[in-house]
Protein backbone atom coordinates (compact mmCIF):
# COMPACT_ATOMS: atom_id res chain seq x y z
CA UNK A 1 0.00 0.00 0.00
CA UNK A 2 0.99 3.67 -0.45
CA UNK A 3 3.00 5.08 2.51
CA UNK A 4 0.07 7.29 3.34
CA UNK A 5 -1.81 4.61 4.35
CA UNK A 6 -1.06 4.11 7.86
CA UNK A 7 -1.58 8.37 8.36
CA UNK A 8 -4.96 8.18 7.13
CA UNK A 9 -5.38 5.21 9.96
CA UNK A 10 -3.99 7.63 12.25
CA UNK A 11 -5.99 10.07 11.02
CA UNK A 12 -9.37 8.05 11.61
CA UNK A 13 -8.22 7.28 15.31
CA UNK A 14 -7.77 10.82 16.18
CA UNK A 15 -10.56 11.73 14.80
CA UNK A 16 -12.71 9.03 16.72
CA UNK A 17 -10.47 10.15 20.16
CA UNK A 18 -12.19 13.58 20.25
CA UNK A 19 -15.78 12.84 18.25
CA UNK A 20 -16.97 10.23 20.28
CA UNK A 21 -19.64 7.72 18.87
CA UNK A 22 -19.49 8.51 15.14
CA UNK A 23 -16.41 6.28 13.65
CA UNK A 24 -19.05 5.13 10.83
CA UNK A 25 -19.18 8.97 9.93
CA UNK A 26 -15.85 9.15 10.34
CA UNK A 27 -15.18 6.34 8.28
CA UNK A 28 -17.24 8.03 5.49
CA UNK A 29 -16.13 11.27 5.51
CA UNK A 30 -12.77 10.09 5.21
CA UNK A 31 -13.58 8.15 1.95
CA UNK A 32 -15.16 11.37 0.78
CA UNK A 33 -12.19 13.13 1.52
CA UNK A 34 -9.78 10.58 -0.15
CA UNK A 35 -12.44 10.94 -3.45
CA UNK A 36 -11.95 14.36 -3.32
CA UNK A 37 -16.05 15.26 -2.96
CA UNK A 38 -17.70 17.74 -1.33
CA UNK A 39 -20.39 16.89 1.22
CA UNK A 40 -23.75 17.28 2.91
CA UNK A 41 -23.68 16.49 7.15
CA UNK A 42 -27.67 16.40 8.19
CA UNK A 43 -27.87 16.35 11.69
CA UNK A 44 -30.44 18.05 13.88
CA UNK A 45 -28.11 21.11 16.42
CA UNK A 46 -26.08 19.81 19.19
CA UNK A 47 -24.63 16.67 17.57
CA UNK A 48 -20.73 17.53 16.80
CA UNK A 49 -20.80 18.40 13.01
CA UNK A 50 -19.11 21.85 13.52
CA UNK A 51 -16.81 20.22 15.76
CA UNK A 52 -16.05 16.95 13.43
CA UNK A 53 -15.19 19.39 10.85
CA UNK A 54 -12.86 21.72 12.68
CA UNK A 55 -11.16 18.81 14.29
CA UNK A 56 -10.35 16.92 10.98
CA UNK A 57 -9.21 20.56 8.87
CA UNK A 58 -6.78 20.51 12.38
CA UNK A 59 -5.40 17.11 12.23
CA UNK A 60 -4.57 17.86 8.82
CA UNK A 61 -2.98 21.50 8.83
CA UNK A 62 -5.20 22.90 6.27
CA UNK A 63 -6.69 26.47 6.29
CA UNK A 64 -10.47 26.16 7.69
CA UNK A 65 -13.02 28.54 7.33
CA UNK A 66 -16.61 28.77 8.37
CA UNK A 67 -19.37 30.93 7.01
CA UNK A 68 -23.25 31.08 8.51
CA UNK A 69 -25.58 30.66 5.87
CA UNK A 70 -28.87 33.02 5.99
CA UNK A 71 -31.09 34.63 3.79
CA UNK A 72 -29.35 38.31 3.80
CA UNK A 73 -25.87 36.74 2.59
CA UNK A 74 -24.77 37.72 -0.70
CA UNK A 75 -22.80 35.87 -3.22
CA UNK A 76 -19.91 38.43 -2.70
CA UNK A 77 -19.71 37.24 0.80
CA UNK A 78 -18.72 33.97 -0.19
CA UNK A 79 -16.51 34.62 -3.26
CA UNK A 80 -14.92 37.99 -2.69
CA UNK A 81 -14.93 41.23 -4.12
CA UNK A 82 -12.95 44.34 -5.66
CA UNK A 83 -12.91 46.87 -3.58
CA UNK A 84 -12.06 51.02 -4.82
CA UNK A 85 -9.59 52.42 -2.40
CA UNK A 86 -9.21 56.18 -2.47
CA UNK A 87 -6.50 56.76 -1.75
CA UNK A 88 -4.33 54.04 -4.07
CA UNK A 89 -6.57 55.08 -6.61
CA UNK A 90 -6.75 51.52 -7.43
CA UNK A 91 -9.03 48.55 -6.82
CA UNK A 92 -8.31 45.86 -4.10
CA UNK A 93 -8.93 42.41 -4.30
CA UNK A 94 -11.14 41.21 -0.73
CA UNK A 95 -11.11 37.44 -1.02
CA UNK A 96 -13.97 35.73 0.60
CA UNK A 97 -14.02 32.49 2.63
CA UNK A 98 -14.33 30.24 -0.17
CA UNK A 99 -10.20 30.51 -0.78
CA UNK A 100 -9.74 28.24 1.92
CA UNK A 101 -8.55 24.32 1.70
CA UNK A 102 -11.83 23.59 4.34
CA UNK A 103 -14.68 25.58 3.95
CA UNK A 104 -17.95 24.73 6.62
CA UNK A 105 -21.02 25.97 5.05
CA UNK A 106 -23.20 26.06 7.60
CA UNK A 107 -27.28 25.87 7.10
CA UNK A 108 -26.90 25.95 2.60
CA UNK A 109 -30.26 25.75 2.84
CA UNK A 110 -30.77 28.96 4.94
CA UNK A 111 -29.64 30.94 1.79
CA UNK A 112 -31.21 32.16 -1.41
CA UNK A 113 -30.51 30.42 -4.42
CA UNK A 114 -28.43 32.74 -6.14
CA UNK A 115 -25.61 32.72 -3.31
CA UNK A 116 -26.14 28.46 -3.27
CA UNK A 117 -24.94 28.82 -6.67
CA UNK A 118 -22.15 31.16 -6.29
CA UNK A 119 -20.72 28.43 -3.61
CA UNK A 120 -21.92 25.38 -6.18
CA UNK A 121 -19.92 27.29 -8.92
CA UNK A 122 -16.69 27.47 -7.16
CA UNK A 123 -17.09 23.61 -6.04
CA UNK A 124 -17.53 22.46 -9.69
CA UNK A 125 -14.74 24.75 -11.41
CA UNK A 126 -12.27 24.76 -8.54
CA UNK A 127 -11.98 28.33 -9.30
CA UNK A 128 -13.69 32.21 -8.78
CA UNK A 129 -14.18 34.60 -11.31
CA UNK A 130 -14.20 38.12 -10.23
CA UNK A 131 -14.54 41.25 -12.76
CA UNK A 132 -13.48 38.71 -15.47
CA UNK A 133 -10.61 37.36 -13.79
CA UNK A 134 -10.30 33.69 -12.93
CA UNK A 135 -9.10 33.28 -9.71
CA UNK A 136 -7.67 29.51 -8.95
CA UNK A 137 -8.84 27.38 -5.39
CA UNK A 138 -6.40 25.59 -3.67
CA UNK A 139 -5.97 21.73 -5.13
CA UNK A 140 -7.72 20.64 -1.50
CA UNK A 141 -10.60 22.89 -1.24
CA UNK A 142 -13.36 20.66 0.26
CA UNK A 143 -16.95 21.75 0.87
CA UNK A 144 -18.89 20.61 3.88
CA UNK A 145 -22.31 22.26 3.96
CA UNK A 146 -24.46 21.23 6.58
CA UNK A 147 -28.65 21.27 7.13
CA UNK A 148 -31.09 21.04 9.96
CA UNK A 149 -33.31 18.11 8.53
CA UNK A 150 -36.61 19.55 11.16
CA UNK A 151 -36.44 23.25 10.16
CA UNK A 152 -37.92 24.14 7.10
CA UNK A 153 -39.83 27.39 7.67
CA UNK A 154 -37.32 30.05 5.39
CA UNK A 155 -35.17 27.51 3.43
CA UNK A 156 -34.58 27.11 0.47
CA UNK A 157 -33.96 23.51 -0.30
CA UNK A 158 -31.47 22.79 -3.08
CA UNK A 159 -32.44 21.77 -6.40
CA UNK A 160 -32.10 18.22 -7.84
CA UNK A 161 -29.24 18.98 -9.87
CA UNK A 162 -27.09 21.03 -7.66
CA UNK A 163 -27.43 18.26 -4.51
CA UNK A 164 -25.71 15.91 -7.59
CA UNK A 165 -22.70 17.77 -7.15
CA UNK A 166 -22.24 16.90 -3.74
CA UNK A 167 -20.54 13.66 -3.35
CA UNK A 168 -21.81 12.19 0.09
CA UNK A 169 -24.95 13.35 2.26
CA UNK A 170 -24.04 11.76 5.64
CA UNK A 171 -26.57 11.86 8.36
CA UNK A 172 -25.34 12.69 11.91
CA UNK A 173 -27.24 10.67 14.06
CA UNK A 174 -27.66 10.79 18.18
CA UNK A 175 -24.33 9.02 19.83
CA UNK A 176 -25.69 5.73 21.76
CA UNK A 177 -25.23 5.79 25.56
CA UNK A 178 -22.19 4.53 26.13
CA UNK A 179 -20.71 6.94 23.35
CA UNK A 180 -22.60 10.04 25.39
CA UNK A 181 -21.58 9.15 28.67
CA UNK A 182 -18.23 9.23 27.63
CA UNK A 183 -18.66 13.01 25.98
CA UNK A 184 -20.16 13.78 29.52
CA UNK A 185 -16.57 11.98 31.43
CA UNK A 186 -14.59 14.35 28.55
CA UNK A 187 -16.98 17.71 29.67
CA UNK A 188 -15.84 17.07 32.98
CA UNK A 189 -12.29 16.63 32.78
CA UNK A 190 -12.26 19.97 30.94
CA UNK A 191 -12.53 19.68 27.35
CA UNK A 192 -14.25 22.26 25.82
CA UNK A 193 -14.98 22.23 21.49
CA UNK A 194 -15.40 26.26 22.32
CA UNK A 195 -12.02 26.43 23.79
CA UNK A 196 -8.57 26.54 23.01
CA UNK A 197 -8.82 22.49 22.99
CA UNK A 198 -9.20 22.42 19.54
CA UNK A 199 -6.27 24.66 18.33
CA UNK A 200 -3.58 22.41 20.29
CA UNK A 201 -4.49 19.19 18.90
CA UNK A 202 -1.86 17.86 17.37
CA UNK A 203 -1.49 17.41 13.88
CA UNK A 204 -1.29 13.77 12.33
CA UNK A 205 -1.58 14.56 8.65
CA UNK A 206 -0.63 17.52 6.22
CA UNK A 207 -2.67 18.63 3.20
CA UNK A 208 0.15 16.73 0.95
CA UNK A 209 -0.25 13.20 2.50
CA UNK A 210 -4.08 13.87 1.90
CA UNK A 211 -3.25 14.98 -1.94
CA UNK A 212 -0.91 12.04 -2.28
CA UNK A 213 -3.35 9.57 -0.95
CA UNK A 214 -5.86 10.69 -3.53
CA UNK A 215 -3.65 10.23 -6.30
CA UNK A 216 -3.17 6.38 -4.65
CA UNK A 217 -6.90 5.81 -4.88
CA UNK A 218 -7.23 6.40 -8.38
CA UNK A 219 -4.70 3.45 -8.74
CA UNK A 220 -7.32 0.99 -7.69
CA UNK A 221 -8.14 -1.93 -9.71
CA UNK A 222 -11.59 -2.56 -10.34
CA UNK A 223 -12.47 -5.78 -12.85
CA UNK A 224 -14.74 -5.65 -15.19
CA UNK A 225 -17.33 -7.69 -13.76
CA UNK A 226 -17.63 -5.32 -10.74
CA UNK A 227 -18.26 -2.40 -13.01
CA UNK A 228 -20.96 -4.27 -15.13
CA UNK A 229 -21.74 -4.72 -11.02
CA UNK A 230 -22.14 -1.20 -10.62
CA UNK A 231 -24.00 -0.23 -13.80
CA UNK A 232 -26.69 -2.80 -13.03
CA UNK A 233 -27.22 -0.95 -9.68
CA UNK A 234 -27.82 2.30 -11.25
CA UNK A 235 -29.54 1.45 -13.96
CA UNK A 236 -32.25 -0.59 -11.74
CA UNK A 237 -32.29 3.05 -9.79
CA UNK A 238 -33.39 4.58 -13.09
CA UNK A 239 -36.38 1.99 -13.76
CA UNK A 240 -37.07 1.11 -9.49
CA UNK A 241 -41.03 1.80 -9.82
CA UNK A 242 -41.42 3.87 -6.62
CA UNK A 243 -38.26 6.59 -7.62
CA UNK A 244 -39.46 9.71 -9.85
CA UNK A 245 -35.14 10.52 -10.55
CA UNK A 246 -32.39 7.28 -10.30
CA UNK A 247 -28.95 7.51 -10.61
CA UNK A 248 -27.12 9.78 -12.97
CA UNK A 249 -24.14 9.04 -15.09
CA UNK A 250 -22.03 11.42 -12.78
CA UNK A 251 -23.71 9.29 -9.61
CA UNK A 252 -22.08 6.77 -11.64
CA UNK A 253 -18.64 7.88 -11.98
CA UNK A 254 -18.66 9.17 -8.37
CA UNK A 255 -20.08 5.48 -7.36
CA UNK A 256 -17.15 3.98 -8.99
CA UNK A 257 -14.63 6.75 -6.92
CA UNK A 258 -15.95 6.35 -3.68
CA UNK A 259 -15.48 2.50 -3.78
CA UNK A 260 -11.89 3.23 -4.28
CA UNK A 261 -11.21 5.18 -1.34
CA UNK A 262 -13.25 2.49 0.31
CA UNK A 263 -11.18 -0.47 -0.63
CA UNK A 264 -7.80 2.28 -0.06
CA UNK A 265 -9.08 2.83 2.93
CA UNK A 266 -9.84 -0.75 4.15
CA UNK A 267 -5.83 -1.73 2.99
CA UNK A 268 -6.81 -3.46 -0.31
CA UNK A 269 -5.59 -2.37 -3.74
CA UNK A 270 -9.02 -3.74 -5.74
CA UNK A 271 -12.15 -3.04 -5.17
CA UNK A 272 -14.92 -5.65 -3.70
CA UNK A 273 -18.58 -5.70 -3.87
CA UNK A 274 -18.74 -5.45 -0.32
CA UNK A 275 -17.39 -1.65 -0.96
CA UNK A 276 -19.48 -0.79 -3.90
CA UNK A 277 -22.38 -1.61 -1.16
CA UNK A 278 -21.16 0.64 1.76
CA UNK A 279 -21.07 3.61 -0.09
CA UNK A 280 -24.67 3.41 -1.83
CA UNK A 281 -26.57 5.10 0.66
CA UNK A 282 -24.75 7.96 1.55
CA UNK A 283 -23.87 8.63 -2.45
CA UNK A 284 -27.83 7.95 -2.94
CA UNK A 285 -29.51 9.33 -0.41
CA UNK A 286 -29.54 12.85 -2.13
CA UNK A 287 -30.08 11.86 -5.57
CA UNK A 288 -32.55 9.74 -5.71
CA UNK A 289 -36.04 10.91 -5.67
CA UNK A 290 -39.08 9.60 -4.32
CA UNK A 291 -42.67 9.26 -6.00
CA UNK A 292 -44.91 11.58 -4.71
CA UNK A 293 -47.49 8.56 -3.53
CA UNK A 294 -44.55 6.67 -2.45
CA UNK A 295 -43.30 9.75 -0.33
CA UNK A 296 -46.98 10.10 1.06
CA UNK A 297 -47.06 5.78 1.91
CA UNK A 298 -43.86 6.72 4.33
CA UNK A 299 -41.54 5.51 2.36
CA UNK A 300 -37.71 5.90 3.52
CA UNK A 301 -35.13 7.01 0.62
CA UNK A 302 -32.26 4.47 2.45
CA UNK A 303 -34.79 1.53 2.30
CA UNK A 304 -34.98 1.93 -1.06
CA UNK A 305 -31.58 1.68 -1.69
CA UNK A 306 -31.29 -1.38 -0.05
CA UNK A 307 -33.74 -2.63 -2.08
CA UNK A 308 -32.31 -1.86 -5.25
CA UNK A 309 -28.98 -3.26 -3.92
CA UNK A 310 -30.85 -6.66 -3.20
CA UNK A 311 -32.76 -6.85 -6.71
CA UNK A 312 -29.12 -6.93 -8.59
CA UNK A 313 -27.07 -9.99 -7.96
CA UNK A 314 -23.15 -10.11 -6.76
CA UNK A 315 -20.83 -10.95 -8.81
CA UNK A 316 -18.57 -14.42 -7.71
Do not use: C
Not at 24 to 41: N, P
Not at 179 to 195: C, D, Y
Amino acid sequence: MNETHPILIRLGQGLNQVVVGQSHLIKQLLVALLAGGHIILEGVPGTGKTLLVKVLAQLIQADFRRIQLTPDVLPSDITGTNIFDLNSRNFTLKKGPVFTEVLLADEINRTPPKTQAALLESMEEMQVTLDGESLPLPDLFWVIATQNPLEFEGTYPLPEAQLDRFLFKLVVDYPDQAAEKQMLLNRQAGFSARRRDITQLKPIATVADILAARQAVKEIKVSEALIDYLLGLVRTSRQYPDLALGASPRAAGAWLQTSQAAAWLAGRDFVTPDDIKAVASPLLRHRLLLKPEAMLDGLQIDAVIASIINQVPVPR
